[in-house]
């Protein structure tokens, strides 16, 4: 989500305008970053230009931000990737509000938009929703349990 503040002869006044409809945030990202670098070129002082040691700390940070967001991304992915053939638990909330307990082994994981979504038992969940994830023996035995104490519960008296 970036913000971009109207500049008016080199000071930020109060109107701004949303350039994402994304939800609002309170850290900034690295086109907010290039805006403010590009805001202060733009209207430095000429009689007392910045030095030039100050931009290109400004540059590293700027490279540091981007390279620290690119891993961000890998690691999600490849984490995403890691999860295909794992049993998951997914708290998935619908379009009502309501939170579904979702369980499952993850067939494919598939990216849209930017967002990773799991397939699990022929839906798609936002990665957003993974609450566990299980061993496979273990969930199996889970599932096994909770499959006797159901047809226990049926005998009859």
């Known amino acids: 989500m970036g913000v971009a503040a109207i500049v008016e002869d080199g000071k930020i006044t109060n109107a701004t305008s949303t350039t994402s409809t994304k939800e609002k945030s309170s850290t900034l990202g690295k086109d907010d970053f290039l805006q403010l670098l590009v805001a202060q070129m733009r209207y430095q002082d000429p009689l007392q230009p910045t030095d030039n040691t100050e931009y290109i700390a400004q540059l590293a940070t700027f490279s540091q931000l981007e ?71 273990y969930y199996e035995a889970f599932e096994m349990a909770n499959m006797f104490s159901t047809m226990i519960a049926k005998l009859p008296t």
């Open 67 to 137: 390279a620290t967001q690119n891993l961000e991304d890998t690691v999600s992915k490849d984490m995403s990737n890691n999860l295909v053939g794992k049993y998951v638990i997914l708290n998935a909330t619908d379009k009502t509000g309501n939170v579904t307990t979702v369980k499952g082994k993850v067939d494919y994981v598939m990216y849209e938009n930017g967002e990773v979504f799991l397939a699990v038992n022929d839906g798609l969940y936002s990665l957003e929703d993974l609450d566990t994830v299980a061993d496979a023996d």
